[in-house]
């Protein structure tokens, strides 16, 4: 059964290539990355949860230091 790389277009045949349809552990690992890349994009809030928020306390507190301004 003959196929092709969904990475590299190579053509791929099941008989030989052990990572059919991929040509290569390389290209199976490239599209396995897509999908984890995918999934690290989704989490990567969950893991910098604590620094954007930081960042968002700070940003009210400039805000707030500006309003201060207006009035005075
Ligand atoms: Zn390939």
């Known amino acids: 059964m003959k196929h092709k790389c969904p990475i ?16 290569s552990e ?3 690992g490239q599209d396995l990355g897509n999908w984890a890349s995918e999934k690290y994009v989704v989490s990567e809030p969950i893991f910098g949860e604590e620094e954007p928020a930081e960042g968002e306390r ?3 507190l400039l805000d707030l230091d500006k309003s201060d ?4």
Do not use: L, N
């Open 69 to 72: 301004d207006h009035e005075s």
């Open 26 to 28: 390389r290209c199976r």
């Open 8 to 23: 590299c277009k190579t053509v791929t045949d099941s008989e030989v290539h052990k990572d059919f349809p991929f040509c």
């Open 58 to 60: 700070k940003t009210i």
